[in-house]
Structure formats: structure tokens, C-alpha cells
């Protein structure tokens, strides 16, 4: 079976974004690694400091798995062309989700009935990443 899980870079704020994640979502640390605990070298010259800075995280959210790192970052704008679907069971989850989600970002369109949904909502958060909110039908 092929799954494909997303993969985000924070360029060295995993760890906030781990903390956010975490109230916003649910979500439960599965691994966490640190540039320094990895037990090879990284391939590429690490900014000082960095050995501390996470090399990858996994997060339960739900069934899904969301994997993080600080590494693979550069200054070049970001590949904006995405956002991750969340679909919860009931609507005071999504309210919430959404509420959390938005603190420090912002919104795109508020939660509100759709034709294809009975709520739905696109929000940004604070680290860039564009979701979609919604409930689970």
C-alpha cells in the first residue's frame, strides 16, 4: 500500500511548532531527534548551535502522521501550493482546531456551511502552513 504523509521544515522553530501542534490539534509526540542524537553526522554543514535544533519529529494526529524537521530550510520563498485537510467528527472540535489554528495567522475563509460541507474554513497559521478545517461527512 502507498500512503504519502507530509513533511514540514521550520528552520529551526520545530519545537514551537511541535508545542502548537500539540494544543492546536491533539496531537502526541511519536519521535522526536536531534541533530546531536542523530548517530551519524548530518550530510550538510549545520548553522552553530544547531545540535540541538530537531533533525525529525513525528506527530499523531488522528490516524495521520505528520513529520517535521528544522532541517532543509534555505531563503528562498517557500513552496506556497499546498494546504493540509483536517477533518474532524464533530463541530465543536473543528470550532476549536480552527480558533487555535488561526491564533497568529489568519484567515482565509471563516468556518461556515458549504455545499459540500456543513462547515468548513481555511485558516494560515502563524508558521505559514495553510489549512483546511472541516467536519468529517
Known amino acids: 500500500m502507498t500512503k504519502i504523509e507530509p513533511y514540514l521544515f521550520f528552520n529551526g522553530r520545530t519545537d514551537e511548532a511541535i508545542a502548537f501542534y500539540r494544543d492546536a490539534l491533539g496531537a502526541e509526540t511519536a519521535m522526536r531527534m536531534t541533530f546531536g542524537e542523530s548517530p551519524s553526522p548530518a550530510p550538510m554543514p549545520l ?13 499523531k494526529v488522528g490516524d495521520m502522521l505528520l513529520m517535521l524537521s528544522d532541517g532543509d530550510c534555505n531563503d528562498k520563498a517557500p513552496f506556497a501550493g499546498f494546504r493540509l485537510s483536517l477533518a474532524l467528527d ?20 471563516p468556518l461556515g456551511q458549504t455545499f459540500w460541507a456543513p462547515l468548513f474554513g481555511m485558516v494560515t497559521d502563524k508558521f505559514g502552513v495553510g489549512w483546511m478545517v472541516g467536519l468529517a461527512g
Not at 548553522?47 to 506527530?59: C, E, T
Not at 464533530?90 to 475563509?109: H, I, T
Open 90 to 109: 464533530d463541530e465543536a472540535a473543528a470550532r476549536a482546531a480552527f480558533d487555535k489554528l488561526a491564533a497568529g495567522g489568519s484567515v482565509q475563509m
Open 47 to 59: 548553522p552553530p548551535g544547531w545540535d540541538q535544533k530537531v533533525m525529525h519529529a513525528s506527530l
